[in-house]
């Protein structure tokens, strides 16, 4: 009679069958791809131009017609079509957000490699800025550096990079120390390889997907201080727009032109749940330790 050992490790079929993409992730996946379309192809998808003004007609609901023209989400307080904002709006917000998530990653990606590499002073240094900013909400440091040196795309750019930053210090840093100890790394080094042969060789294509997947965890944080900041008129001014602008001019209407809210808000809602949602997934897929199915 044989016996089976219960507490043995599920076979890496089994374990790549539990990680599949299950079908709320899939179709989060496909908003998301969904989203990118729209953002690059705004120019040619917006029915009319977004900052076309038509008093005659605002405050239409959706799906009426004013002019000859249909607005399938309805018009603002200035005749503005919602659907073409709210497409250019999209590519606004997902572009700001895509560039300070990356510069967020970069920065915190190049500290994590300095601290475990230089160790000593240089690390004990790097980390207790990496906790001064984990103990400052990144909301309250943005709206600061707002008030003292103005808004400017730029700097708005730079300020919604700071959201996060430090976790891919943190990360960074313990998978390279982690590195730093193995057999390999020891021996390339023992061979004379120089350290920024071993650093892009070899220790950044080992912890690639775990920033990727910190990068997805991170970015519906990034586009929530984006549409946060703007919603508050201190990032995307008119005539720009962007979702957190149409939502923040949107609030005054609620009662008599709830639309001009709502579909912003749903968008962001939507947007950063399925990133969220796609990047749980990734961490399940390609975390080595994840046993959750």
């Known amino acids: ?37 729209v953002a690059l192809l705004a120019d040619w998808l917006a029915p009319l131009p977004y900052t076309a ?6 405050l239409k609901p959706p799906l009426t017609e004013a002019g000859g023209i249909v607005h399938w989400l309805g018009t603002d307080q200035l005749g503005r079509d919602i659907l073409s904002r709210m497409i250019f709006a999209v590519r606004t917000s997902i572009l700001i957000a895509v560039m300070g998530t990356l510069i967020g990653a970069i920065f915190g990606t190049l500290l994590g490699f300095v601290a475990a590499r230089m160790r000593g002073s240089v690390d004990q240094a790097i980390m ?29 750019i730079v300020l919604v990079s700071i959201d996060g930053w430090d976790r891919y210090t943190r990360l960074v840093r313990g998978l390279v120390v982690s590195e730093q100890q193995s ?93 969220s949602l796609f990047g749980d997934w990734l961490r399940d897929r390609f975390d080595p330790t994840s046993d959750r199915h």
């Not at 490790?9 to 089994?14: I, K, Y």
């Not at 003004?53 to 605002?58: H, M, Y």
């Open 183 to 275: 057999d390999y790394i020891n021996a390339i080094e023992a061979l004379g390889a120089g350290s920024s042969r071993v650093i892009l060789s070899h220790l950044l294509p080992n912890i690639a997907a775990a920033l990727v997947v910190q990068a997805t965890l991170n970015f519906p944080g990034t586009i929530l201080l984006e549409t946060s900041l703007s919603f508050l008129g201190l990032g995307v001014q008119p005539p720009g727009t962007s979702l957190g602008l149409m939502l923040g001019e949107g609030r005054r209407y609620l009662l008599n032109a709830w639309w001009i809210a709502v579909f912003p808000g749903l968008a962001i809602f939507l947007t950063t749940l399925s990133m």
């Open 128 to 156: 207790m800025v990496v906790d001064a900013q984990a103990a400052i909400p990144a909301l309250f440091l943005a709206l600061t550096m707002l008030a003292f040196f103005g808004n400017n795309i730029v700097l708005f």
């Open 53 to 58: 003004q038509n008093l005659a007609a605002r």
């Open 1 to 37: 009679m044989t016996t089976v050992d219960i507490h043995a490790r599920p076979a890496p079929a089994a374990r790549s069958r539990g990680r599949a993409m299950s079908p709320v992730v899939r179709l989060s996946a496909c908003f998301l791809l969904a989203v990118v379309l």
